[in-house]
């Protein structure tokens, strides 16, 4: 199952992107599914407010397992984490990102941030 989409670089665009996800709400486990929701509606929230205003694309597919999916705004990155706590609350998003994710990045010069959900096979639904 995928989610190819792209957004106006406006103020709903993170409402817009949440509401994208639902497409998964049957697919995954109601943890996975309200932590995907919380990384793309944050990682959208970043490429608003700090990219250079072009198109934002999300991507995400679900394989086996696996949640990966992808935000990009066209910029040429910057995505900094606080992980000593030194900071404000302004870049909280990208800990919550680093909280929920197994794994994430956002490869030297580029506006993209890719990531991965890892779900329990306990809780994985087969459809």
Not at 10 to 21: D, F, G, N, S, W
Not at 47 to 54: N, Q, W
Not at 90 to 118: K, M, Q, Y
């Amino acid at each position: 199952m995928e989610l190819e989409a792209a957004l106006d670089p406006r103020p709903e665009a993170p409402a817009r992107a949440r509401a994208l996800t639902k497409r998964f709400v049957d697919s995954l486990p109601a943890t996975s599914y309200r932590d995907l929701q919380v990384v793309v509606t944050e990682l959208v929230t970043n490429a608003v407010k700090y990219g250079p205003h072009e198109e934002i694309t999300v991507s995400v597919e679900i394989s086996g397992s696996t949640v990966r999916g992808e935000v990009a705004d066209g910029g040429t990155g910057g995505a900094v984490i606080d992980r000593e706590g030194n900071g404000d609350a302004e870049h909280l998003g990208l800990l919550i990102v680093d909280a929920l994710c197994s794994t994430w990045d956002n490869p030297e010069g580029t506006g993209r941030v890719w990531f991965e959900l890892n779900q329990p096979e306990s809780e994985l639904i087969h459809v």
